[in-house]
């Protein structure tokens, strides 16, 4: 699939197979998140960590479950989540930095056909202490966002978007 398809086809998937991907899958995906800008070149201020323990699944849908008093299914039953940790970053270029790697990986996984959907929620509900320890990342590291990815259960239709555009 040519880039410019990938980005035309992506789109949230929010309904999963109960199926793990591919390690060649989630590598391609991986390496699509590694090859991302990043500010000032600190790619040692960002951690990539993939979650497929069911276990630790479980506890970060609880964890998500407990802020919001319902069950929130907060990851969609995703198979994989892939968190992008930062340092704290210069004029808090973090989040950008983790955009950046977030959208490489999206499109690298719609590329081949994997689902995924960007997550924010579980950075924001779970503190942050509590899901940098289940995440095993260092002191100085926080978790910003990650990635759902799994095989959709269905075929997915991409939308059309519109952003205002200007030109002066
Ligand atoms: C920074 C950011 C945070 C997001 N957080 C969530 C989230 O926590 N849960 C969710 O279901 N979707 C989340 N999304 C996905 C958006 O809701 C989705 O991309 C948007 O509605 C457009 O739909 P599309 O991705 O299907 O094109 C997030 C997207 C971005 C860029």
Redo the contacts with the bound molecule.
Sequence with gaps: METLEAIKR???T?KYLDKQIKDEELQIILDAGKQAPVAYNKYDDLIITVVQNKDVLNEIDRLCDKYYGVDTR?F?DAPTLIFVSSKKAKYDQEYENV?CI?ENMALAATDINIGN??????T?HIEEKTLAKILNLPEDFKAI?ALGVGYPDRETT??I?DIKINRI
């Design positions: 992506r789109v949230s929010r907060i969609f955009a977030m959907v960007y997550l924010k929620g579980m924001l966002a991409p939308k978007h």
